[in-house]
């Protein structure tokens, strides 16, 4: 869907009011950063690119409050350049809209989103691994309704949609084979869930969903040398070339559902705890086709086509803690997931996640952000990048607020990567330093 229609649809919902809105204002706010990164790709030793640079970002959020509804849009553009490193610079966007009506038993949210951005800062999110820079588009649109139909029971359903994209540089002079197997892909999704409020603490709920997974094709990846001289070609291929080389391309189509049930409890108002588990069942669907190529990289021959059909299954779970104070919050988290990937179907994930903040005075807190991923990629892909690896990023901050609109953050980041390709060590360490304006509201109606 284009994103024009979506903010034309949000417009819509946004002034469909029986009366004139309450509360809109307008604000805008600044960032910028300097950091230094001594592995930006964080690569082996023997290709390790050390390099210095800041960002500029722009943004500006549209906020509007009524009684029985909120709508909020935030939109963000960065500029990020290197020094001495001009194949790392990169414009970066980012739009973001949620529009929320409610009554006093229902409930009604949309969420729409648009990025565009480097795949070296989404390593954890949605692109995997690489030591490329490509530019990932997403956009999403998230549709939910909640209501209450007795006095301790729920229900609520959800849509979801995603599209991604890869925008992959070819090798100079040779457009067929891609320099990263990345690879292009829709997800949808519906979604229901039943919740029962048992106690003024305790909820339990019950969840299925049904997802369609639905990867574009990767264009043509390098399978090798079939052959490299005549005598071999024609003996054991019967083909009369004296170099040949084999590129497949390949489409992966899921379907899958989850089944999950969850618990949790409040400790009190500033703390909970949330357990969930259940299973995901996935049916695969994969199509293959191989191409012949001669020594000029000139195709004289397509392999028939060939379809496998597969089916996975896996346990899920997540344990969450939160805990908040007016000093302090605590972040816990533990889980198995299985995640869309860049590199094609669905990854098993392993995740620990630690976040805690305190203020030490009105205006000076710092955090510690600590977190590690167990990723095991899809064994349908059959890619380089489908190794077992291990990342964890450690990054202790400090914030400090000058005044009611000028604040600024500084901070450390330490990254360690173990991939099973070669189990060389790979770390990275960044500090940066950044500052924020957020400048009085243009605009409101308070």
């Not at 054991?236 to 049930?261: C, G, H, M, T």
Request: net charge negative; charged share 25%; proline share 2%.
């Amino acid at each position: 869907m284009k994103i024009s229609r979506c903010l034309f649809v949000f417009f819509l919902l946004a002034v469909s009011s029986s009366r004139v809105l309450a509360a809109w204002s307008v604000e805008p706010s600044y960032y910028l950063r300097a950091e230094h990164n001594d592995n930006i790709y964080l690569a082996t030793a023997s290709d390790e690119l050390a390099v210095t640079g800041g960002a500029f970002s722009p943004r500006l959020a549209v906020i509007m409050e009524e009684e029985n509804q909120m709508f909020t849009s935030d939109i963000d553009v960065k500029f990020t350049r290197y020094s001495d490193q001009e194949e790392l610079d990169r414009d970066e966007g980012t739009i973001n809209l949620n529009w929320r009506r409610g009554t006093e038993l229902s409930q009604f949210r949309v969420s729409v989103s648009y990025f565009s951005k480097s795949s070296l800062d989404q390593r954890l999110d949605v692109s995997g691994i690489t030591d490329q820079q490509v530019d990932v588009l997403n956009t999403s649109i998230n549709p939910s309704w909640l209501y209450q139909f007795a006095e301790r029971w729920s229900l609520e359903f959800n849509l979801s949609y995603a599209d991604v994209e890869y925008d992959e540089p070819g090798i100079e002079g040779y457009d067929y084979f891609k320099v990263v197997n990345f690879l292009d892909y829709t997800n949808k999704s519906a979604g229901i869930t039943l919740i029962h409020n048992f106690s003024e603490q305790d909820d339990i709920s019950f969840t299925y969903s049904e997802s369609r997974y639905a990867g574009k094709s990767t264009g043509m990846q390098s399978d090798g040398v079939l052959c490299g001289d005549l005598f071999t070609c024609f003996l054991y291929f019967n083909l009369p070339y004296d170099y040949v080389a084999q590129a497949s391309e390949r489409k992966l189509d899921y379907d899958y559902d989850v089944w999950q049930i969850g618990y949790q409890h409040h400790f009190d108002d500033a703390s909970n705890l949330t357990l969930q588990a259940g299973r995901n069942n996935t049916a695969v669907q994969s199509l293959t086709c191989s191409h012949l190529f001669d020594g000029t990289y000139i195709e004289f021959a397509t392999i028939p086509c060939e379809v496998t059909e597969t089916d996975q299954s896996s346990r899920l779970y997540n344990i969450i803690y939160k805990q908040k104070s007016e000093i302090s919050s605590v972040d816990i988290s533990f889980g198995r997931n299985r995640v869309t990937s860049s590199t094609g179907g669905l990854d098993e994930t392993d995740t620990a996640k630690i976040f805690y903040n305190r203020n030490i005075t009105e205006r000076l807190s710092w955090s510690l952000d600590i977190n590690r991923e167990n990723r095991k990629p899809d064994e349908n892909t059959n890619t380089l990048e489908s190794e077992k690896y291990s990342r964890t990023n450690a990054t202790p901050s400090v914030f400090y607020k000058l005044d009611k609109d000028w604040s600024m953050s500084l901070g450390y980041r330490y990254s360690d990567l173990d991939w099973e390709i070669d189990n060389l060590p790979r770390e990275s360490r960044l500090i940066y330093l950044n500052m924020t304006w957020r400048e009085p509201k243009l605009f409101s109606t308070n």
